[in-house]
């Protein structure tokens, strides 16, 4: 897994962890998302609970108007309610699926059909009490206008003090049964002290009046709708005690129906707030492991990006350092990885060409050391061919001095002819001598030469090679600034990343100024290569005409000595040729006049070339110093 997670590209190590990131928020948004809709269904819950509270309320407020009024649009009103009030607790079946909540449904349902049938034998009772009430309404106005008859007969027939009595009787029967009417309306019993005295009063106060005729027949009929009367009002108190009876079943079952709905409603609340509480809960515990997960793939995320960049910037920071003993190879695959590699490989190639430079110039220090002796051995043959000149000319002069003595004493000509020709004989090995050193010096000369264009070639590679390390660094400043972007694309998430991106940057900056610094040092080698190159092309030239020049001399010591063997041969001619050989004498003198001359301008190209090794020598030195820098593998 980890192989796998160092392998993946610094985008996707991102995306990974924002992706991650993103993830979680998700869950937590969807966990909150799932609490806040329990929430919401318990509210729901809730809110049907109070609903059919309100609903068995608004049965009980219909059940006792309608036990007031008795009216068939109250019934209706009832049963409506009742029936509404069913199809709702039924339907909160499919709302409430708990044990407990279900039971209490069932049990509020079973309560309203018991609600159901009471008040159905309510609305019987109150229909016998309505009829009761309807008769009872007849027989009073039936008595009331006997009553009234009956006093109006009385004041045609009777006197003063019958018809008080009567108006006293009638006004006693009014207020009676205004009482008894008020109680049957209310459906409340009759009180006691009008069965007990009052209507047994009023029955005497009737039967006592005196009447006669017409008023008699009224007497008897009032006396006989009273007593029905009385009757009737004996059959409604059992029907009253039965209606109110009746009307506290009602009130009972509501009052079961509104405990049982109310511990619907604690129930609903109290799960309620034991949902929150697991909400919370579970909210908070995802949150949690949301923000440890996050944090735990922040730092995987991180040693992932920030690890191998450190690694890196330690690897080029050894580079810049000038160490290139050290192999820098990693397994990774993203784009650090790569980069490592590349650093790796940069500092293999740097190494040998800094190995390979380093033995140029080892072998252009042993080289020049060599020429610079030559250099020296050859202007001492030099001085040395310039005083036996000296003496080849000494000799010349001698000898012209001479001729004039040749004809008077030809043995002291041959003597003299014979000494010359020695004297030749050894300045012509002189002479081959100095060609060959010459010739050998040419040859040092052109391998100098070689070996300067090596080293300017070389040279030239370390200046592709700078161009190489100056393309890395710029590449690398390139991956550090997007880094850096990234990094600030990641807040504070990524604010480690940032300054680790900002050191690569710096590092790869140093690289760059190292990179120009070497780059003016080279540019300086190859100009001192390219002059003392140029010095040695003219040491070349002239020792190569130096050598001419010797083959000449050379040339012209063979034709000496074919003078001499002719001189030799002519010695008993002296005489005659005295002459010509005093003007041979004069081309001698010149000729070696002018090999002297050859001599000085040879012995002068000599320390040129002794100052072009020196200067050659001071510059390898100083690149043997430059190159001391760099720490290679032997």
């Given at each position: ?5 160092e392998?993946?590209?610094i985008?996707a ?7 991650l990131?993103?993830l979680l928020?998700?869950i ?9 809709s329990t929430l919401?269904?318990?509210?729901d819950?809730?809110?049907v609970a109070k609903e059919?509270?309100q609903?068995?309320?608004d049965?009980?407020k ?15 009103h ?6 509404g ?11 409430y699926?708990g044990?407990d909540?279900v ?7 079973a309560?309203?059909?018991?609600y159901e ?6 609305v019987?009772?109150?229909?016998k ?11 009073r106005?039936?008595i009331?206008?006997e009553?009234d008859?009956?006093?109006?007969d009385?004041?045609?027939t009777?006197d003063?003090?019958?018809i008080i009595s009567?108006?006293d ?5 009014y ?5 008894i009417t008020?109680?049957?309306?209310k459906s409340k019993p ?5 069965k007990?005295?009052?209507?047994p009063d009023?029955i005497t106060s009737?039967?006592s009046i005196?009447?006669?005729g017409?008023a ?5 009929k009032?006396?006989?709708l009273f ?5 009737l009002l004996?059959?409604?108190?059992p ?15 509501t009052k079961?129906m509104?405990?049982?709905l109310e511990e ?6 109290s ?5 929150g509480n697991?909400v919370?809960?579970l ?11 996050g944090?735990v793939?922040?730092f995987v995320i ?9 690694e890196?910037t330690a690897?080029v920071?050894t580079?810049a350092?000038?160490?290139l003993?050290q192999?820098?190879?990693t397994?990774?695959r993203?784009?650090?990885g790569k980069?490592?590699?590349d650093v790796?490989r940069m500092s ?5 060409l800094i190995s390979?430079t380093?033995s140029g110039v080892?072998?252009?220090s042993?080289?020049s050391?060599q ?5 020296k051995?050859s202007?001492?043959?030099?001085q040395?061919?310039r ?7 000494t000799?010349i002069?001698?000898m012209?001095a001479t ?17 010359t020709d020695s004297m ?5 090995s002189?002479?081959?001598t100095t060609?060959?050193?010459?010739g050998n010096?040419a040859e040092?000369l052109?391998?100098t ?10 040279s030239d590679?370390v200046?592709n090679?700078?161009?190489v390390i100056?393309?890395?660094?710029e590449?690398?400043?390139l ?10 694309r990641a807040?504070e ?5 940032a300054?680790?991106a900002d050191?690569?940057r710096?590092?790869?900056?140093r ?5 120009k610094e070497?780059?003016e040092?080279?540019?300086q080698?190859?100009n001192?290569a390219?002059?003392?190159?140029d010095?040695i092309?003219v040491s070349?030239?002239k ?7 010797a083959r000449s001399?050379v040339t012209?010591?063979n034709?000496i000595r ?9 010695n008993?001619?002296i005489a ?5 050989q005093s ?5 001698i ?5 002018n090999?002297?001359?050859l001599?000085?301008?040879?012995s ?6 002794v100052v072009?090794v020196n200067?050659l020598k001071?510059?390898s030195t100083?690149?043997?110093t430059?190159?001391?820098?760099f720490?290679?593998k032997?």
């Amino acid at each position: 897994m980890k192989s796998l997670l160092e392998n993946l590209s610094i985008g996707a190590k991102l995306a990974l962890g924002f992706g991650l990131v993103l993830l979680l928020t998700l869950i937590v948004g969807g966990t909150s998302i799932y609490g806040v809709s329990t929430l919401l269904e318990r509210a729901d819950k809730v809110q049907v609970a109070k609903e059919l509270n309100q609903a068995v309320f608004d049965l009980n407020k219909a059940s006792l108007d309608y036990i007031e009024a008795g009216d068939d649009q109250a019934h209706s009103h009832v049963k409506k309610i009742g029936v509404g009030l069913y199809k709702a607790f039924q339907q909160s079946l499919s709302v409430y699926t708990g044990k407990d909540s279900v039971r209490l449904v069932n049990e509020a349902t079973a309560l309203i059909n018991e609600y159901e049938k009471t008040f159905e034998e309510l609305v019987k009772s109150r229909n016998k009490l309505t009829n009761t009430a309807t008769i009872g309404a007849k027989t009073r106005t039936d008595i009331l206008s006997e009553l009234d008859a009956l006093t109006n007969d009385l004041r045609a027939t009777s006197d003063k003090d019958v018809i008080i009595s009567a108006i006293d009787t009638k006004n006693k029967m009014y207020k009676t049964v205004a009482e008894i009417t008020s109680a049957v309306v209310k459906s409340k019993p009759i009180p006691t002290s009008i069965k007990e005295k009052d209507i047994p009063d009023l029955i005497t106060s009737i039967r006592s009046i005196e009447t006669t005729g017409k008023a008699a027949t009224h007497q008897t009929k009032l006396i006989e709708l009273f007593s029905s009367y009385t009757k009737l009002l004996d059959t409604n108190e059992p029907l009253t005690n039965t209606l109110n009876a009746q009307t506290d079943s009602l009130l009972t079952l509501t009052k079961k129906m509104n405990q049982t709905l109310e511990e619907l409603s604690e129930t609903q609340r109290s799960k309620s707030l034991s949902d929150g509480n697991s909400v919370n809960l579970l909210v908070i515990s995802i949150t949690i492991i949301a923000v440890i997960i996050g944090i735990v793939f922040a730092f995987v995320i991180r040693n992932l990006i920030a690890k191998p960049m450190q690694e890196v910037t330690a690897a080029v920071e050894t580079i810049a350092n000038g160490d290139l003993s050290q192999q820098f190879s990693t397994q990774r695959r993203d784009e650090l990885g790569k980069l490592y590699n590349d650093v790796g490989r940069m500092s293999v190639t740097l190494n040998e060409l800094i190995s390979q430079t380093v033995s140029g110039v080892m072998s252009l220090s042993a080289t020049s050391e060599q020429l610079e002796a030559i250099s020296k051995h050859s202007q001492t043959m030099m001085q040395s061919q310039r005083d036996e000149t000296d003496q080849v000319a000494t000799a010349i002069n001698e000898m012209s001095a001479t001729v004039a003595e040749v004809a008077r004493n030809a043995e002291t000509a041959a003597t003299a002819a014979t000494n010359t020709d020695s004297m030749v004989n050894k300045g012509h090995s002189l002479v081959s001598t100095t060609v060959d050193e010459i010739g050998n010096l040419a040859e040092d000369l052109n391998l100098t030469s070689a070996t300067m264009e090596a080293l300017k070639q070389r040279s030239d590679n370390v200046g592709n090679v700078l161009e190489v390390i100056k393309a890395v660094a710029e590449q690398t400043n390139l991956l550090a600034l997007n880094a850096a972007i990234e990094a600030a694309r990641a807040g504070e998430a990524g604010r480690g990343f940032a300054v680790v991106a900002d050191e690569v940057r710096g590092l790869a900056s140093r690289t760059q100024d190292s990179a120009k610094e070497i780059e003016e040092l080279i540019i300086q080698l190859q100009n001192g290569a390219q002059e003392s190159l140029d010095k040695i092309q003219v040491s070349r030239e002239k020792s190569t005409q130096n050598a001419d020049n010797a083959r000449s001399l050379v040339t012209l010591f063979n034709d000496i000595r074919e003078q001499m063997g002719h001189v030799q041969d002519m010695n008993q001619q002296i005489a005659t040729a005295s002459e010509e050989q005093s003007h041979v004498a004069e081309e001698i003198n010149h000729s070696i006049e002018n090999v002297r001359q050859l001599a000085d301008q040879t012995s002068e190209g000599s320390q040129e070339s002794v100052v072009a090794v020196n200067t050659l020598k001071t510059l390898s030195t100083e690149l043997n110093t430059l190159s001391a820098r760099f720490k290679t593998k032997s």
